[in-house]
């Protein structure tokens, strides 16, 4: 049996309601439950309410694993009517351990949660089918080797060990090192993987590095089993000891091999200790009044980081009497047991043997960097008399000039240099150079450093900074203080139509207004994108803040002209003052984010303050939120395709396209998750536009490769078929995209059709006059009837799958979808069956004469590229 079979482990959800028990794996990233059928889990039971309950997938912490999450209400945060109870306790939200009890509202829906591990995928679906899964787990446990179910707790520190855990069956088989030792220290037992990696190690005994102190460090920890590091060779592991007092056993797993981790780390904090020194050394070359002490002192600090024997500072100068260029050596620092070596490098002539390569490499501004072993013999000769093994020499220029170089030497060791040892020796080097002039340079550095290079503003470093300076002044004052979050709105927009260069300009300009709407004092910073933050360091009155929110939103009102452009833009404000509820820099920060996202749940252009009611909403929906808000700009939203086919010709004559998230943690998330977020928050706009967008594009590459011409139907949300601009925006993707506007089927459902009939014909006229086709999704889902309908311009009627999925179980349905059928032909409607899934059912639909149907006994939603390849395979038999 493959070994990842083992180690996997299955989530199930055994469920007891009215209609009886079933078990459901959770394989899936998010699930509602509830009464309604459209939930993921249907709950038969009255006192469960239509969406009752959500199941999130949650990493475990500091594991490769996941449980899940249970919490109360449906995905815009509405509590449940009755509750939830999670053994015999109300609660809100839980995170689901082995065998925990879930009971909706009442006694008749109720479920259980099992986290197992050690079955093969035979046996899991075996269980899952199974009539009783307590008896199949039960033989699970209690074969020859007990511990096969793996009991999780997410919320536990030592979820980490679970694969300790899981060991416990399969030893021989586990990938992992596992050595078992007595209390005199004996090696009782090796696995074959700790063979393969320690085979001495029974003969070392207790002095292996794995062994070693193990005794005494069982004994003095407080925790069992705990987790150490050791390092065998040029390798570190961690290691994960339990003792087994019953047995008189210490058993240790290798739980993994973190030596390119802690080399990573190793790396990480030599460029933080270099950074650190660069920043103290050039404070010493900038405070120090004299050059000399500064160079010293910046050379220690440059050596001690770098943990080098020598750290020097080589000059270059014109030797009067031999008329020759020469070096001399003229700062060193050296470690404590290395002997300075100045009296061996004075006036020493460049062109001799010894020194020319380095004149000529660092001349043309390259720098000598390796092992001194590897260097001609004349430049060995020279740098053995200094015990150098290894060697870093970066060049000093001034104005083009080069006029020394700076060298870190290692004496102890031989040693390759990091590129951030290269990149500090280098920044070094342009520090002391500049020392003349170090005032500027610096100045240059830290204004780079503490502004946004784009706009000139102060970056969100410098704005921290400010505001951490605030905020004592405002407290000693008696005053308050503003932080306001400002986000331009349909931004990315502009940038995807127009280019990124002309979205530069335009938040130049936006940076210029928003500082002429600024009082003096207040400081607008470039947080990052389109985000910027205002600090109002003086507030006495609320009314102040108001009055510069309002100016900040009208300055943004008149047009931008840029490029022979005329843009409109507008922002969306969050605002929290210093009280209470936000008392520090951070949570002022926090605040007035959460508060410009229900500005823009607000409509946008508008501004709102934090107050604590808008904490209440669901911490999981708001994190789901705001990724949603990035999902566009991180390439994360896909579109996928369902070809819809003619019953009569078995040919594709139209794709449907669907939209798809595909979270980097989540993973799949599911549409009815997210379309109602976006749809709540205003991003069904702009996720529209782009799905409206790629599908055209799509469709005119289909065309362009030779494909027969087909229709591509997109689904217009109710809030983007109401949108002013909607027909303006259509003949604008329509024109720059190149497909004709016959090609193209736009979608509303039934609902959004009656519920305004006159707005709904206007627009599907001026559509119909463009030559889109019109179409009516999920027909029978909105208690119209067809007398209504045939007011409007529709070309085309699809039947919810509801009823197709009862066609062939219910006559009366069957008699309902064919008298849908004739009415709709009668009107000049070409009719679709959606949801077709049984060849029964495809069978009726042609008996009453349904022209095209689409569902997954022909195909499921596809990625572009699997429907490019159904395009090519053609027509199918029916």
């Given amino acids: 049996m493959p070994e990842n079979e083992w180690e996997q482990i299955r989530h199930l959800l055994v469920v007891q309601d009215l ?119 039960s033989e699970q446990i209690n074969h020859a080797n007990p511990g096969a179910t793996l009991i999780i707790d997410p919320e536990s520190e030592l979820a980490s060990d679970t694969a300790l ?109 270099l950074l650190q020194a660069v920043a103290e050394a050039a404070n010493y070359l900038l405070v120090e009044m004299n050059y000399a002490t500064g160079i010293d002192k910046a050379l220690a600090v440059l050596g001690e980081a770098a943990k080098v024997d020598r750290a020097y500072l080589f000059s270059n100068h014109f030797h009067s009497v031999t008329e020759e260029i020469t070096v001399s050596l003229q700062f060193e620092w050296t470690n404590t047991h290395i002997e300075p070596c100045r009296h061996h490098w004075q006036n020493q002539p460049f062109e001799s043997a010894e020194l020319a390569r380095w004149y000529t490499v660092l001349s043309q501004g390259q720098y000598i960097s390796g092992l001194v072993r590897e260097f001609p013999a004349a430049e060995q000769a020279l740098l053995s008399r200094d015990g150098i093994k290894s060697l870093l020499l970066v060049p000093l220029r001034l104005e083009e000039q080069f006029w020394g170089c700076l060298g870190l030497a290692d004496c102890s060791t031989e040693r390759h240099w990091s590129k951030h040892e290269e990149s500090t020796l280098l920044t070094m080097a342009a520090s002391i150079s500049g020392a003349w002039q170090r005032q500027q340079v610096e100045d240059r550095i830290r204004f780079q450093a503490l502004h946004d290079l784009l706009t000139g503003l102060p970056n969100r470093l410098l704005f921290n900074e400010l505001l951490n300076t605030s905020l004592p002044n405002a407290v000693r004052k008696a005053e308050s203080l503003a932080v306001m979050f400002l986000d331009l709105d349909r931004f990315k927009v502009i940038n ?11 938040l130049q300009q936006v940076a210029e207004r928003l500082k002429a709407s600024l009082r003096g004092g207040d400081t607008v910073a470039r947080w990052g994108g389109d985000e910027f933050t205002i600090l109002l360091p003086r507030v006495k009155y609320l009314e102040e803040v108001c009055q510069v929110a309002q100016r900040i939103l009208q300055a943004l009102e008149d047009v931008f002209y840029l490029d022979g452009h005329e843009l409109y833009v507008s922002a969306s404000l969050g605002i929290a003052l210093l009280d209470e509820h936000s008392p520090d820099a951070e949570t002022l920060i926090q605040h007035a984010d959460t508060a410009l996202y229900y500005a823009k749940d607000e409509g946008r252009n508008n501004y709102q303050f934090y107050n604590t009611t808008l904490s209440t909403k669901n911490p999981e929906l708001l994190t789901l939120e705001k990724s949603l808000r990035y999902a566009l700009e991180r390439e994360e939203l896909t579109l996928y395709y369902q070809p819809r086919v003619n019953i009569s010709s078995g040919k594709i004559i139209g794709m449907e396209a669907l939209l798809r998230w595909q979270h980097p943690d989540m993973g799949l998330v599911a549409p009815s998750v997210f379309i109602p977020l976006a749809e709540a928050s205003g991003l069904i706009i702009s996720i529209g536009e ?109 039947i919810d799958k ?26 000049g409607l070409r009719l679709t069956a959606e949801g077709v899934e049984k060849q029964e059912e495809l069978d009726f639909l042609k008996s009453i004469y349904c022209e095209d149907v689409q569902g997954f006994l022909f195909y499921r939603p596809l990625p572009a590229e699997k429907a490019t390849e159904v395009l090519q395979n053609g027509e199918i038999k029916l």
Avoid at 496 to 506: E, I, S, V
Wanted: charge should be negative; hydrophobic fraction near 40%.
């Fill in 802 to 827: 509801s009823f197709i999925q009862e066609l062939t179980k219910d006559v009366k349905v069957a008699h309902i979808v064919k008298a849908i059928v004739t009415l709709a032909r009668s009107l």
């Fill in 496 to 506: 995807d139509t127009l280019g990124h260069t002309l979205g530069d300009k335009l």
């Fill in 690 to 798: 782009w799905v409206l967008r790629t599908a055209c594009i799509q469709n005119k590459a289909w065309q362009t490769a030779g494909f027969p011409p087909l229709t591509i139907a997109v689904n217009l949300s109710p809030k983007q078929f109401r949108q002013p601009q909607l027909v303006e925006t259509v003949a604008k993707i329509l024109e720059q995209t190149g497909l004709e506007a016959q090609f193209l089927e736009l979608e509303i459902t039934e609902t959004t059709a009656i519920e305004d009939l006159e707005f709904t014909r206007t627009v599907l006229q001026d559509f119909e006059q463009m030559g889109v086709h019109l179409s009516i999704d999920d027909f029978g889902t909105g208690h119209s009837s067809l007398s209504r309908l045939q007011l409007l311009p529709l070309h085309n009627l699809k």
């Fill in 19 to 137: 209609q009886g028990q079933r078990t459901i794996p959770l394989q899936e990233a998010t699930y509602s439950m509830g009464r309604h059928r459209n939930n993921s889990i249907v709950l038969r039971s009255a006192s469960v309410s239509r969406q009752h309950a959500i199941l999130l997938r949650v990493t475990i912490p500091d594991t490769d694993q996941y449980g899940f999450r249970i919490i109360d209400g449906n995905f815009t945060g509405k509590s449940s009517t009755n509750g939830l109870l999670v053994n015999g306790s109300k609660c809100f939200s839980h995170n689901l351990k082995h065998g925990d009890v879930i009971i909706f509202g009442d006694n008749q829906a109720q479920a259980k949660y099992y986290a197992v591990s050690h079955l093969c995928e035979a046996e899991f679906l075996a269980s899952c089918v199974a009539e009783d899964l307590s008896d199949f787990l």
């Fill in 165 to 273: 855990a899981r060991l416990a069956s399969f030893p021989e088989l586990i990938p992992n090192p596992i050595i078992e030792m007595d209390l005199k220290g004996r090696v009782l037992y090796l696995n074959p993987a700790a063979s393969l990696e320690f085979p001495k190690i029974k003969k070392i005994g207790q002095e292996h590095p794995i062994l070693t102190g193990l005794l005494s460090a069982v004994a003095n920890y407080q925790e069992n089993p705990f987790v150490r590091e050791v390092q065998v060779g040029q390798k570190i592991f961690e290691q994960s000891v339990h003792f087994l007092p019953e047995s008189d056993l210490i058993r240790t797993f290798i739980v993994r091999d973190i030596t390119e981790q802690k080399q990573a780390e190793a790396e990480l904090n030599q460029r933080d200790r």
